[in-house]
């Protein structure tokens, strides 16, 4: 499976994972420290504009003989927490379902179309753009590191909805 089949099919998933609550569920934090699913959603959301926003940066920029691939899989580990940047930080105010899905559905499309836009998918192997973590990376690990975050989210969301204050 392609990138670009991952990403719909992790779209599909983490749809699927929110769509059916209610307003006080996808608000509902699991512990005073922790976010909500709507805040993680809103996360996903803001990281995704970013990511865009870094495609496209990195598409203007110039062709690189190699680029050296990072471990963007230290994502993956869960047991590995990471700071969000204040950028990608989700409000505090609770969002009705429907407003996350349209979000989420956004910020998807808008990446999709940047990079359907891209005639000669190879060249996402040889442009780069910066990376606040790991530095620069080929726009081909930027679109995997955003597979690997949203699973990470997708994965947390299931533990919230696992969690005991949750049902």
């Known amino acids: 499976m392609n990138l ?46 970013l990511f865009t926003k870094a495609i496209e940066n990195g598409l203007k920029d110039k062709d690189y003989e190699s680029v050296v691939h990072k471990p963007i899989h230290l994502v993956s580990d869960r047991f590995q927490k990471f700071e969000s940047p204040e950028i990608a930080k989700p409000s505090e105010d609770p969002l009705e379902v429907e407003t996350i899905l349209n979000f989420l559905t956004e910020s998807r499309e808008n990446l999709l179309n940047v990079l359907r836009a891209i005639d000669d998918k190879s060249i996402l192997s ?33 533990d919230v909805k696992l969690s005991k204050s949750f049902g």
């Open 126 to 158: 040889k442009k780069v753009s910066n990376h606040p973590a790991f530095g620069e990376l080929s726009l081909e690990q930027w679109i995997e590191l955003l597979y690997l975050h949203e699973q990470r989210h997708i994965e947390q969301i299931k």
């Open 4 to 49: 670009f089949d991952l990403l719909l099919e992790s779209s599909k998933k983490l749809i699927e994972e929110v769509k059916m609550l209610n307003y006080e569920k996808i608000n509902e934090k699991p512990a005073l420290d922790k976010w909500s699913i709507s805040q993680i959603c809103h996360h996903l959301y803001l990281s995704e504009k």
